[in-house]
């Protein structure tokens, strides 16, 4: 059972830097074209699917890790970080990539709202990384407890 449970350990850590790295990596290349003004209409809908695809393939991981870990204690507070997380990661850059072409507004404020963006979803994916420690530092603790008796 230990052993089973190492594997889903290194699943998940592999999804987890997987996941966050394409979210980043997609986020920066929108900014960056829309920061040089050189967007069109396909990287819009190409980076909304991408974070669309990658949001199923984090419920999907945070199935896995909830199935395998035990989760007893805070369990408020791990639901707030998950939603905060899929708030400031997926929530919030999918609206701006929606609303942009709607709003009213001078094309710097653009460019610095774009570069927010990024700001906040660098800080949800700080975010979840330090809910990822937390757990499997948790986990950690469960094995030297099992060990100990």
Same mark, same amino acid.
């Given at each position: ?7 889903? &350990?290194?699943?998940? !850590? ?30 819009? !809908? ?29 369990? !408020? ?5 998950? =939603?905060?997380? &899929? ?9 701006? &990539?929606?609303?942009?072409?709607? =709003?009213? &507004? ?8 774009? =570069? ?34």
């Amino acid at each position: 059972m230990i052993n089973d449970s190492n594997k889903v &350990i290194n699943i998940s !850590k592999f999804l987890f830097y997987l996941c966050n790295g394409l979210i980043l990596l997609t986020i920066v290349i929108f900014t960056v074209n829309h920061f040089f003004e050189q967007k069109n209409f396909f990287s819009s !809908k190409l980076v909304i699917s991408i974070i669309f695809f990658l949001t199923l393939l984090k419920l999907i991981y945070w199935q896995l890790i909830k199935s395998k870990i035990n989760i007893k204690n805070k369990i !408020k507070r791990v639901n707030f970080l998950k =939603l905060t997380f &899929i708030i400031l990661t997926f929530a919030l850059p999918i609206y701006m &990539i929606f609303q942009e072409p709607y =709003l009213i &507004i001078d094309q710097q404020i653009s460019k610095i709202s774009f =570069l927010l963006v990024m700001f906040f979803v660098i800080i949800g994916i700080l975010i979840e990384k330090n809910l990822f420690s937390n757990l499997e530092n948790n986990e950690d603790n469960i094995k030297y407890e099992r060990d100990k008796i």
